[in-house]
Antibody, heavy 122, light 108 residues
Framework: EVQLVQSGPEVKKPGESLKISCEGS?????????IAWVRQMPGKGLEWMGM????????RYSPSFRGQVTISADKSNSTAYLQWSSLKASDTGIYYC??????????????WGQGTMVTVSS | SYVLTQPLSVSVAPGQTARITCGGN??????VHWYQRKPGQAPVLVVY???DRPSGIPERFSGSNSGNTATLTISRVEAGDEADYFC???????????FGYGTKVTVL
């Protein structure tokens, strides 16, 4: 069974940095499936932020998030990361990681993590 | 960026059919995926590649895509289908994915 286990909730102040994680297990070849990050702001819809192909760290970003976050992956521990260098209050939300259903970048997201709640408040 | 338009809400009586549309410029030339999101839960893929269903998703969920509109159809609606539904496509011009704004399905 595919499992994506995300790191726990975070409470941060504006200006602080943060890195959250998503560990994949239960399937072979972590490196050959894309891992996407999706934001859900309070009471709002889903926003596709970007994704990474762990095999070669090829990353794609939504224009709305490019330059605002960094997506990375560590093949050695089957983990993908989402990081901010300087958080804003508007970064508050739930962040999901999700695995592509196939090895193709355009594939749907078939497996999802449980979500990480990030709260940014002074 | 490619824009996907969904109705904010759809209401349907139990046992009836719910149709959720996803509009986009020539969306029929793209591949559409649909997700269900219930409160407090991670989203679930319910239809992919326009018309296919992942294992475990009831046959009551079906999809179509043509012209400027893709549609998710839920037949014989049940109370447990009450959720938000999102469409998704790959914006090949800009090399990234896009979600629709979401439709809240209410079972009366």
């Amino acid at each position: 069974e595919v499992q994506l286990v995300q790191s726990g909730p975070e409470v941060k102040k504006p200006g602080e940095s943060l890195k959250i994680s998503c560990e994949g297990s239960g399937y072979n070849y972590f490196t050959t499936y894309w891992i996407a990050w999706v934001r859900q702001m309070p009471g709002k819809g889903l926003e596709w932020m970007g994704m990474i192909y762990p095999y070669d760290s090829d990353a794609r970003y939504s224009p709305s998030f490019r330059g605002q976050v960094t997506i990375s992956a560590d093949k050695s521990n089957s983990t993908a990361y989402l990081q901010w260098s300087s958080l804003k209050a508007s970064d508050t939300g739930i962040y999901y990681c999700a695995r592509s259903r196939t090895v193709v970048a355009t594939a749907p997201l078939g497996d999802w993590g449980q979500g990480t709640m990030v709260t940014v408040s002074s | 960026s490619y824009v996907l338009t969904q109705p904010l809400s759809v209401s349907v009586a139990p046992g009836q059919t719910a149709r959720i549309t996803c509009g986009g410029n020539n969306i029929g030339s793209k591949t559409v995926h649909w997700y269900q999101r219930k409160p407090g839960q991670a989203p679930v893929l319910v239809v992919y590649d326009d018309t296919d269903r992942p294992s475990g998703i009831p046959e009551r969920f079906s999809g179509s895509n043509s012209g400027n509109t893709a549609t998710l159809t839920i037949s014989r609606v049940e109370a447990g289908d009450e959720a938000d539904y999102f469409c998704q496509v790959w914006d090949s011009n800009n090399d990234h994915s896009v979600f629709g704004y979401g439709t809240k399905v209410t079972v009366l």
